[in-house]
């Protein structure tokens, strides 16, 4: 499998992103039983989880980003999504999509204040 993932970018604080992982070098049935998540790494900092999506759409999140970041799943498209939004200063990082025991390249996100 090959994830690739995009969406990042620079948005001021209070404001959206969506990133998106496409899973590809896969068919859709070996995709939908697995489970998904979007982690995260800022500059000398240890990668963090920032959420899961379990095959049965049940759904974790880091307490930095609950009510704020929703995770979802589109099956049919091979792909997970991470809607960021009310983004803070902190929310700067890398964020790196991970499925099947395989991550993907980061996404830089930088949220200026």
């Known amino acids: 499998v090959q994830l690739q993932a995009s969406g990042g970018g620079l948005v001021q604080a209070g404001g959206s992103l969506r990133l998106s992982c496409a899973a590809s070098?896969?068919?859709?049935?070996?995709?939908?039983?697995?489970?998904g998540a979007w982690y995260r790494q800022a500059p000398g900092k240890q990668r963090e989880l920032v959420a899961r999506?379990?095959?049965?759409?049940?759904?974790t999140y880091a307490d930095s980003v609950k009510g704020r970041f929703a995770i979802s799943r589109d099956n049919s498209r091979k792909r997970f999504l991470l809607q960021m939004n009310s983004l803070k200063p902190e929310d700067t990082a890398d964020y790196y999509c991970?499925?099947?025991?395989?991550w993907g390249q980061g996404t830089l996100v930088t949220v200026s204040s």
């Open positions: 999506i379990d095959s049965d759409r049940k759904t």
């Open positions: 070098r896969m068919i859709t049935s070996t995709f939908s039983p697995k489970a």
């Open positions: 991970f499925f099947a025991d395989t």
